[in-house]
């Protein structure tokens, strides 16, 4: 079996309402803390958390977005398998925006994407349920007085093998927080999986199918304005005018934000919000690429693919095989310039930035911080890259009042 060191896990105790919490972090020098005694805020910074709450309850505290590709399915499976426990009995929670507890350990910043979620988390993940379960095991044994090795874990309870006796997790959690943290942990066999690699229904679907899901365009929290943005649809254009009159007529529109290349509605509700910007009949001017057309882009790439390239891997002599070839067959494919299919528009909480903003900043010479949230998307096949800096360019020159 794989064996993990204890300097790989950080642990602490007594999380709010009591139980264990158990974080990791992935470092080339990873740090290990003894448990706090009693539930006060946890001044570390791990990758991500798991709790054992004294009801029995399993919580995940994820940094990945699920964006309908099977997050909220996939990491509960990694620590079920390990904890010993079934998919039913894990809560999710989304993990707050934060590089430094949460970052992806491929991309070594908060994201999902590229297909490294799993790749990424499958060993930090069993790792931490496989820590988790040996200190409920040990809690129970030490209960008991019997040996550990003599005791096993199945579906959140802890199993005396010898006599039949079992109790709970969360009978253990408090317990367990207060054990040293184990030398070595071992990690399952691929044949003694009974989760991993098997089909499961997905955990987020009843919630969309009933309606209750909260997205990212759902998020409500006191005060909040909404925004709508529109950005210069060329390329290096700027702001040539606007009727800021009109919009401001219009009722729940509060404030209008005017950037270089960028214009934002702030008002009451969406729909104010839209009407305003619709009114604005704003004016730009084209700039430099005003005549920048797909002919031009084809060819600017085409003349860019003849120069010399960055050489990824060199294997034989590619260029004497052609020359040599008895049959050549040469053949050009070209893609239109175009983003990929959008299915909904970008939005705040669609991962950590988006076109809808808490405008709470402003307070005289003392701004509010703001907080970004990270709910499901309704998905994510599109580039909202551009969108997402322009609404935070006018979230940042907003100056309303709550």
């Known amino acids: 079996m794989d064996r993990v060191s204890r300097r790989e896990f950080l642990i602490a105790?007594?999380?709010?309402?009591?139980?264990?919490?158990?974080?990791?972090?992935?470092?080339?020098?990873?740090?290990?803390?003894?448990?706090?005694?009693?539930?006060?805020?946890?001044e570390f910074a791990p990758n991500a958390f798991i709790r054992v709450g004294t009801d029995g309850g399993v919580t995940l505290i994820m940094g990945q977005v699920e964006m309908g590709q099977g997050m909220y399915t996939a990491m509960p499976m990694l620590l079920a398998e390990e904890l010993e426990v079934g998919l039913d009995q894990v809560r999710l929670e989304h993990a707050p925006p934060d590089d430094k507890r949460y970052g992806n350990p491929l991309l070594g910043f908060q994201a999902t994407g590229g297909s490294t979620s799993v790749k990424g988390l499958y060993l930090p993940l069993r790792r931490a349920g496989a820590t988790a379960k040996t200190m409920l095991i040990a809690a129970a044994a030490q209960r008991w007085n019997v040996d550990p090795a003599s005791c096993r874990a199945e579906r959140g309870t802890v199993?005396?093998?010898?006599?039949?006796?079992?109790?709970?997790?969360?009978?253990?959690?408090?317990?367990?927080?207060?054990?040293?943290?184990?030398?070595n942990v071992a990690l399952k066999r691929p044949e003694e999986f009974k989760l991993i690699g098997t089909p499961a229904k997905r955990l987020d679907t009843p919630a969309k199918v009933k309606g209750i899901a909260q997205y990212g365009i759902d998020v409500r929290l006191p005060g909040m304005?909404?925004?709508?943005?529109?950005?210069?649809?060329?390329?290096?254009?700027?702001?040539?005018?606007?009727?800021?009159?009109?919009?401001?007529?219009?009722?729940?529109?509060?404030?209008i934000v005017r950037l270089d290349d960028v214009v934002a509605v702030v008002a009451d509700h969406m729909w104010a919000a839209k009407q305003g910007l619709a009114a604005l009949a704003i004016r730009w001017d084209d700039g430099p690429n005003a005549t920048m057309s797909t002919a031009d882009v084809?060819?600017?790439?085409?003349?860019?693919?003849?120069?010399?390239?960055?050489?990824?891997?060199?294997?034989?002599?590619?260029?004497?095989?052609?020359?040599?070839?008895?049959?050549?067959?040469?053949?050009?494919?070209?893609?239109?310039?175009?983003?990929?299919?959008?299915?909904?528009?970008?939005?705040a909480?669609?991962?950590?930035?988006?076109?809808?903003?808490?405008?709470?900043?402003?307070r005289g010479a003392q701004p509010l911080p703001r907080r970004r949230l990270r709910p499901p998307p309704g998905g994510r096949l599109r580039h909202p890259g551009s969108a997402h800096r322009a609404a935070g360019r006018g979230a940042r020159e907003s100056r309303l009042e709550p």
């Open 159 to 183: 199993i005396h093998s010898a006599s039949g006796r079992r109790i709970g997790y969360g009978a253990l959690a408090a317990a367990a927080a207060e054990l040293p943290i184990p030398d």
């Open 13 to 42: 105790g007594a999380a709010a309402g009591g139980g264990l919490l158990l974080g990791w972090r992935i470092e080339a020098q990873p740090r290990v803390a003894a448990a706090p005694r009693t539930p006060t805020p946890l």
């Open 225 to 255: 304005k909404i925004a709508t943005v529109a950005a210069s649809p060329v390329l290096g254009g700027t702001l040539a005018g606007l009727d800021e009159a009109k919009a401001m007529a219009i009722p729940g529109v509060r404030q």
């Open 349 to 362: 909480g669609d991962g950590c930035s988006g076109l809808r903003f808490a405008a709470r900043e402003g």
């Open 298 to 347: 084809v060819q600017g790439l085409a003349a860019a693919a003849a120069t010399p390239g960055v050489v990824a891997r060199k294997e034989g002599d590619a260029a004497a095989a052609i020359a040599g070839a008895a049959t050549k067959l040469e053949a050009v494919y070209q893609a239109p310039f175009l983003a990929r299919l959008a299915g909904a528009g970008p939005r």
